[in-house]
C-alpha cells in the first residue's frame, strides 16, 4: 500500500459511518446547502399557495420541491462551520450547512413531506415543536420513532394544520445535540380565509431568529455540552454582536419579529423607541383582547413570541436581551471586583514580572469597549461594537431595528447609520438658560415641619 492508498483508506474509512448513498439520494429532492452567514432576501413562493415570505436573520428559508401537491424538503443534519462574528467561527452540529438550519414556510392547509439525512456521527431524530401532527411523527426518538441510524435518510409527512410560528430540533441526545447548534425555525403562514384577519394581521415586514447559547473556551472552535446555564457567547441565529443583522425596515411598516427561545434561560427581550404588542405564541394566535403594549418581553425557554408595532419612528433603535450579561462576549467569570480599588504603582511593579499586565475594572470597564486587548485566536472581545458615535459596549443579544422613511418597500439592505436631525442629541451643558418663572413669594413653610394633606380634607368628599 503507497502513501496515497494509505491516506484515501484512511480517509474513506474516517467518513464512511457518515456517509450517504449517491444512488439512494438521487431520487430525493437536492438539498440546498447554505456557506454564508449573511441574511438572504426572503423566498418569494415560486408555487403553491401564496404567502409572504419572512427573512431569517443571518440565514435563509429552504427552497422545496411540489411532487403531485406535496411540498417536499430536505434536512441534511451535518457537522457545520459557523462564523459566530467576524473572528471568530465555530465547528457546530446544524443542517444544510449552518446552524440553526434553513427556515421552513409552509401554508396552512399544506401537505408536506420532510426527508432527513443523517450525516452526523450518531443517531438522531427531528420534532417539530408546536405542531399538530399524527403521533408517529412528533421526532421523540425511543417514544415516538426509533432514531434515524447514523447515514440513514428518513421521511416525515403530515398536514401542517395550525398556521404559527415553530421550531424544530432534534429530540435524540440532545442534550449534546441542541448545545451543537442543531434548530431551525418553521412558520406556517395563514391561508387567504384567515389572512388580514384581527387575529393574524397582514404586515409589511415579518422576521423569525432563534435564541442560542454555546460555551466555547477562547481559542477553541467547539462548544461544551456540559455546561448547564454559564454559557459565554449568547447568540441569535448563532451570531453574536456584531455580527446580528439589523432589522432595516420602512417608516409606517406593520413590523412582525417572530423569536424562539432554545437556550437554558430566559430572555427579557426589549425594543427601544416603539411600543408592541405579544399577537401570538406556539400556542397560536393571541386573541386581540388578551393582548397589551409592552416594551419588553420575556421568552422563557422552549417558548417562541410574536410581537407586533408599526414602526413610526425613524432611526436606528436597540433591540436586545435585557440580562446585561447577554449582551457582553466571553469574559471571565471570576475576575475579581476592582470597582473603586486605588491601583496606583501597583500595575508597574506587576509589569515588571508580567510586561502585558493590564488592571481592568477600577473605574468600571467602559474602556475594554476602545482598549485593544490582546485576545487569543478564535475567540471574540468582550465588547466588540462600534457605532457612528464610537465604541457600542455590548456583544452578544443586540442588535438594531433601522426605520428610514426612504427605505423601499421589499429593500431589506442596511440602510447604513442613521443622520439624526441637528438638535436631536444630547450635548454638552454651557451658558445660561432663561430664568424659569418662580412664584413672587414662596409660600412661608416653618422650619423643620411638613405639610400634610389627607385626601378628607378635599373639598367634595
Ligand atoms: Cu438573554
Excluded at 398556521?163 to 435524540?172: D, R
Excluded at 462600534?386 to 418597500?409: C, I, N, S, W
Aim: proline share 11%; hydrophobic share 35%.
Amino acid at each position: 500500500m503507497d502513501r496515497r492508498q494509505f491516506f484515501g483508506s484512511a480517509a474513506l474509512s474516517a467518513v464512511a459511518a457518515a456517509s450517504v448513498s449517491k444512488v439512494a439520494l438521487a431520487a430525493l429532492p437536492e438539498p440546498v446547502i447554505a456557506t454564508s452567514p449573511d441574511t438572504a432576501p426572503p423566498l418569494i413562493p415560486p408555487n403553491g399557495r401564496p404567502y409572504h415570505p419572512v427573512v431569517t436573520l443571518n440565514g435563509w428559508s429552504c427552497p422545496w420541491r411540489m411532487n403531485q401537491g406535496v411540498k417536499e424538503f430536505h434536512l441534511v443534519a451535518e457537522p457545520v462551520v459557523r462564523e459566530i462574528a467576524p473572528g471568530m467561527k465555530a465547528t457546530l452540529w446544524g443542517y444544510n450547512g449552518q446552524s440553526p438550519g434553513p427556515t421552513i414556510e409552509v401554508v396552512e392547509g399544506d401537505r408536506v413531506r420532510i426527508f432527513v439525512t443523517n450525516r452526523l456521527p450518531e443517531h438522531t431524530t427531528i420534532h417539530w415543536h408546536g405542531q399538530r401532527l399524527p403521533n408517529g411523527m412528533d421526532g421523540v426518538g425511543g417514544l415516538t420513532q426509533p432514531a434515524i441510524p447514523v447515514g440513514k435518510t428518513f421521511v416525515y409527512e403530515f398536514e401542517a394544520r395550525r398556521p404559527g410560528t415553530f421550531m424544530y430540533h432534534p429530540h435524540a441526545d440532545e442534550m449534546v445535540q441542541m448545545a451543537m447548534g442543531m434548530m431551525g425555525f418553521w412558520v406556517t403562514h395563514p391561508k387567504a380565509q384567515t389572512r388580514g384577519t384581527p387575529l393574524i394581521a397582514e404586515v409589511q415586514r415579518d422576521f423569525c431568529f432563534l435564541l442560542n447559547a454555546y460555551d466555547i473556551d477562547p481559542g477553541s472552535t467547539t462548544p461544551r455540552p456540559n455546561t448547564m446555564l454559564d454559557q459565554n457567547l449568547w447568540t441569535w441565529n448563532s451570531r453574536a454582536f456584531p455580527g446580528i443583522a439589523s432589522l432595516n425596515v420602512r417608516q409606517h411598516d406593520k413590523v412582525r419579529i417572530r423569536v424562539g427561545n432554545l437556550t437554558m434561560t430566559n430572555h427579557p427581550i426589549h425594543l427601544h423607541g416603539h411600543e408592541f404588542t405579544v399577537t401570538g405564541t406556539d400556542g397560536g394566535p393571541v386573541p386581540p383582547s388578551a393582548r397589551w403594549p409592552e416594551v419588553t418581553t420575556d421568552i422563557a425557554v422552549g417558548q417562541m413570541r410574536q410581537i407586533e408595532f408599526v414602526a413610526d419612528e425613524p432611526g436606528d433603535w436597540a433591540l436586545h436581551c435585557h440580562k446585561s450579561h447577554h449582551t457582553m462576549n466571553p469574559m471571565g467569570h471570576t475576575v475579581p471586583n476592582m470597582v473603586g480599588v486605588d491601583h496606583r504603582g501597583l500595575v508597574q511593579k506587576i509589569q515588571r514580572l508580567v510586561p502585558d499586565y493590564m488592571v481592568m475594572g477600577e473605574r468600571g470597564m467602559a474602556d475594554m469597549g476602545a482598549m485593544e486587548m490582546p485576545i487569543p485566536d478564535q475567540t471574540l472581545p468582550m465588547m466588540t461594537g462600534t457605532g457612528p458615535y464610537g465604541p457600542l459596549e455590548m456583544g452578544g443579544m443586540f442588535t438594531t431595528l433601522k426605520v428610514r422613511a426612504d427605505q423601499a418597500p421589499g429593500n431589506y439592505q442596511d440602510p447604513g447609520w442613521y443622520q439624526q436631525p441637528s438638535g436631536t442629541r444630547p450635548f454638552e451643558w454651557s451658558g445660561s438658560l432663561p430664568e424659569p418663572q418662580r412664584p413672587a413669594t414662596p409660600p412661608a413653610t416653618p422650619e423643620g415641619t411638613v405639610q400634610i394633606r389627607k385626601p378628607s380634607a378635599h373639598a367634595g368628599h
